[in-house]
């Protein structure tokens, strides 16, 4: 059984950073594609980042240039460093490992974590 856990989260305000990190259990870390998404209340969910199994990134428009996205297949897990933070980050942010091409779409994605909230105030 897969199990992505998240940990991390929680309050900051604007301007600010926070860091959330996710473990993985029960699968081969390194075949995995790792990413975040978010989800707000009321909105769809949306894509953050990814970070492939061989290292390549790709973020999401309202992220790019203010968050991070890295791992430590030592340690099967995988970071996000969130930094000027803005109130439109406030949501769920879920873990997720999977296998498919298009890196952003969360349908190519088998495995999720509970998510963590997250809360930017202004």
């Known amino acids: 059984q897969v199990r992505l856990v998240e940990f991390g989260g929680g309050l900051a305000q604007a301007g600010g950073s926070l860091r959330l990190s996710c473990a993985v259990a029960g699968h081969t870390f390194t075949n995995l594609n790792m990413a975040w998404f978010r989800q707000a209340p009321g909105k769809e969910r949306e894509f953050v980042a990814v970070i492939t199994r061989t290292g390549g990134t790709v973020f999401g428009n309202a992220v790019r240039g203010r968050f991070i996205i890295f791992r430590d297949n030592a340690k099967s897990t995988v970071d996000l460093q969130m930094g000027s933070l803005k109130p439109e980050d406030t949501g769920v942010y879920l873990c997720?490992?999977?296998?498919?091409?298009?890196?952003?779409?969360?349908?190519?994605?088998?495995?999720w974590g509970q998510g963590t909230q997250v809360t930017v105030s202004s």
């Open positions: 997720a490992g999977g296998f498919g091409l298009i890196v952003d779409q969360s349908t190519n994605y088998n495995y």
